[in-house]
């Protein structure tokens, strides 16, 4: 039995009836019945695929990018190439889910969804892959031959740029799913 965070009544079906939201179904039975339209599914992909890459970019700033000074230099070179050729098993499928999810949702947007949006979420994207292949992959690759203290204070400082624009992606897809589910 749920109880009201404003009256402290318990409720059977989830609201008290003094509740002032007593008009609208249980939470239950919000979407009973319902379908998910392409626009929102495509929204729903953005906002996986960001949040999840917004995560995966401060794991790797705040955890693994710091670690890498504490690898070794017998073990760095080994442990970069390994680091080059299973990172794409993490991010290269996020990152075709956040494009697929973009360019589905600028194609078929969910009628509370501003154009903007997933137009910003997009070039964030793409400043993502342009920073990837100008600056971080050029790094990693110069890290694959030796650790530099100075290359990887560079690296650490340059991937904030792509932590910047995925969490900022991300609190654009959790502002649409808010703007098209709870409008």
Do not use: K
């Not at 509740?19 to 392409?38: F, K, M």
């Not at 650790?147 to 990887?152: N, R, T």
């Not at 340059?158 to 502002?175: C, D, E, K, P, Q």
């Amino acid at each position: 039995m749920l109880m009201c965070r404003v009256t402290g009544e318990a409720c059977p079906r989830g609201r008290p009836a003094s509740c002032r939201d007593n008009d609208a179904p249980p939470a239950s039975e919000l979407l009973r019945g319902t379908t998910v339209g392409a626009g929102q599914a495509f929204l729903l992909l953005e906002t996986a695929a960001t949040t999840f890459m917004a995560g995966v970019l401060w794991t790797m700033q705040l955890l693994n990018y710091p670690l890498l000074a504490l690898v070794g230099r017998d073990a760095f070179i080994g442990y970069e190439s390994a680091h080059n050729r299973r990172f794409g098993l993490v991010v290269i499928p996020g990152v075709l889910a956040a494009a697929v999810g973009g360019i589905g949702l600028i194609a078929s947007r969910p009628g509370h969804v501003p154009l903007w949006a997933p137009a910003s979420e997009l070039a964030l994207l793409a400043a993502v892959i342009v920073s990837t292949a100008a600056v971080q992959g050029r790094q990693h690759a110069a890290l694959a031959s030796g650790f530099s203290e100075q290359l990887h204070a560079r690296l650490v400082g340059s991937n904030w740029i792509r932590v910047a624009a995925w969490s900022a992606a991300a609190g654009i897809a959790l502002w649409m799913c808010h703007q098209e589910f709870m409008p």
